[in-house]
């Protein structure tokens, strides 16, 4: 159990620690572009001060890059970092820089999937109260700059009322700020702060510099037909006001000062995974068409992972075969980035979603979600991600019941109860404290189902190899005790954590998008789902307890031997099409049988897996032993 634990805290740290220098990166780039007009005015230094900081950010910006690991876009970002080098060294135009930087962050962002938007809507009364609690002391109840702590600080506190600084500052930007603060300043980290907090309060001061009639005319922009260029909220976050006007035109600054006062308007329907996952199709669509391969593959796996996998369970209920074709066009989708097949047949794929998705919409419109798909759909969530993991906790309960070693249940019960409470420990991080990619949820169940799925097979051999005769005798004699020492209970232990946690922070994922998804007349069905499938899991459990430990031990043995070696095979099966979501291994379709249910899923990969276990289980049970007979 431990290794496992060691194997998540090592996905988390390495993914925690990697964000945390790509978003220094990203703050250097934001404080360089949006500070240098401070230092030099018309190729002359006004501020030798900040102008030496530019120097000395520059030259860490470059080191950085060259950490970066290798890719074409390294490549791209140190010819960058150098040229932004030479242009602070001339004392170029204040536009010149910020085209270079805006262009790097534009690349890291795109290339290392960082997450630039906020998950909820921000508050900005919530940001009105954390400003007057822990910004007004330096930059002024109104946010002037002018504080009472602000008196000699240098640099002096920003003054958000500024619109000619304000027009070069990101969302994203005062969010990175705030969350990392400035050093060599005054201003702190806020990393006290939760995610929500920090985001209401970069929205509340990103708003300070608009005037009620800027206001205004926005929300005229923003009530006009069809799409608006901000509409997306990626967009929004990242891109400054001096960039939505010279991209999208005059009436663009106006509406992202309405969009980042009155921010809920843009997160109507925002958070429905199928509008996640079109934007994301969207957006590999054109990282490909720009040549970033790796870039648009990543994106298509974000747009299943942390989208339509989130509703699939609801879409099984009122339309399988919509899911099944949706699932299979998404794989064959990134196949063709995977071959780099031509732009236009890629560009139809994305076509071919696009549609597929608006069906899986209009069946999964809350109108058409009648109580019993609601209902089926709690249901089927917990039963197909609970069954696995009862079974091999019931088998593992049974064996120990059965050899009258009660004495190894507490290690039994201590594994799968622990794996719930970090389970929920790791959801509850992933959406307040850190984020956590489908692709590395996905990367860790797939190495936790593999693993369970090696000790399993080694289980169900050692139990059956026990039934030959000479070997039953001398296992007897030797009793069971000598078998089951500490250190096989921890391994007991272990495996029982492993069957359990892999299925849980999953799991809560999917009953907060089903909770989503549903109005809240409904929400109770989602409660009612959950009670019976506990109720039908318990008494699975019961009658294979109650049944099977009435065996002979002799036969009790080999049919658990039999069971924990089928258990073994599904889940490999499963762990190998974790990995494949995951982007780790690849898919190679072939026309055959799919059975979710046993871990059966048409591709090569995880058909040849299953196959070689199934022979080498086949080996051990029926060639070994009469070979071992012949001699």
């Known amino acids: 159990m431990r290794y496992v634990i060691i194997l998540l805290l090592l996905v988390l740290s390495q993914a925690s620690s990697a964000d945390q220098g790509l978003q220094n990166l990203i703050q250097m780039l934001d404080y360089v572009g949006v500070d240098y007009p401070e230092a030099v005015a018309h190729g002359v230094v006004i501020n030798e001060f900040e102008y030496q900081e530019m120097q000395d950010f520059a030259a860490a910006i470059t080191a950085q890059t060259r950490s970066l690991p290798a890719s074409d876009v390294k490549t791209r970002l140190r010819k960058q970092a150098s040229r932004l080098t030479r242009l602070i060294e001339t004392r170029a135009p204040a536009a010149e820089i910020a085209d270079v930087t805006s262009a790097m962050l534009a690349a890291l962002i795109e290339r290392y999937q960082i997450t630039v938007v906020p998950r909820q809507p921000p508050d900005l009364e919530l940001g009105g109260e954390l400003f007057a609690q822990a910004c007004a002391g330096c930059h002024g109840a109104e946010g002037r700059g002018d504080g009472p702590q602000a008196a000699g600080l240098e640099p002096a506190p920003t003054d958000f009322h500024d619109w000619a600084r304000t027009r070069q500052r990101s969302l994203y930007g005062l969010y990175n700020t705030i969350t990392l603060g400035v050093e060599g300043a005054a201003m702190p980290a806020f990393q006290n702060l939760s995610e929500h907090e920090r985001w209401s309060l970069a929205f509340y001061v990103g708003q300070l510099a608009a005037d009620q009639a800027m206001v205004e005319e ?41 969009l980042r006062t009155y921010p809920a308007s843009l997160f109507e329907g925002q958070g429905e995974p199928l509008t996640y996952t079109r934007d994301r199709l969207a957006e590999s669509l054109a990282l490909y068409r720009d040549g970033e391969t790796q870039a648009a593959y990543q994106a298509a796996i974000t747009a299943y992972l942390e989208g339509f996998e989130l509703v699939e369970s ?32 890629v560009s139809a794929q994305v076509e071919q979603l696009h549609v597929l998705l608006g069906a899986a919409r209009q069946q999964l419109n809350p109108g058409n979600l009648t109580g019993w798909a609601v209902f089926a759909a709690s249901l089927v969530i917990l039963l197909r991600e609970g069954l696995e993991a009862l079974l091999v906790v019931v088998a593992l309960s049974a064996f120990m019941i059965k050899t009258d070693r009660r004495y190894g249940m507490p290690y039994i019960h201590a594994g799968w ?33 593999l693993t369970a799925a090696g000790v399993l097979f080694y289980v169900g051999f050692w139990m059956h190899n026990k039934t030959h005769a000479q070997r039953w005798q001398g296992f007897i004699r030797g009793s069971v005790e000598r078998a089951l020492g500490r250190g096989t209970l921890w391994a007991l232990a272990g495996l029982s954590f492993v069957a359990v946690f892999r299925e849980v922070f999953e799991t809560i994922l999917f009953y907060q998008a089903l909770w989503l998804q549903i109005s809240p007349t409904d929400q109770d069905l989602i409660l009612a789902g959950m009670a019976v499938a506990l109720a039908v899991l318990a008494i699975l459990a019961w009658l294979i307890m109650r049944y099977s430990i009435r065996l002979p031990l002799k036969q009790f043995f080999a049919a658990t031997g039999i069971f924990l070696f089928i258990l073994a095979v599904i889940l490999a099966g499963k ?9 780790k291994l690849p898919i190679d379709p072939v026309p055959f049988l799919r059975i979710e249910l046993l871990g059966i899923y048409p591709n090569l990969q995880s058909l040849m897996l299953q196959l070689a276990m199934v022979l080498l289980a086949l080996t051990l049970i029926f060639v070994v032993p009469r070979l071992r007979g012949a001699t």
């Open 218 to 258: 926005g929300a005229a922009v923003w009530k006009q037909p069809g799409d608006p260029p901000l509409a997306d909220l990626k967009t929004l976050a990242t891109t400054t006001p001096a960039e939505a006007r010279a991209q999208y035109g005059e009436d663009a600054a106006a509406l992202m000062a309405y």
């Open 314 to 345: 609801s879409l099984d209920t009122v339309d399988r075969d919509l899911r099944i074709e949706i699932e299979e066009a998404m794989t064959q989708y990134r196949n063709m980035i995977r071959r780099e097949a031509p732009e236009a047949e």
């Open 417 to 449: 109860i622990t794996a719930l409470a970090i389970g929920i420990v790791t959801w509850f991080a992933a959406a307040y404290l850190i984020n956590i990619s489908g692709a590395e949820r996905e990367l860790t169940e797939g190495i936790a189902a």
């Open 575 to 583: 762990g190998i099409a974790a990995l494949q979501e995951a982007g």
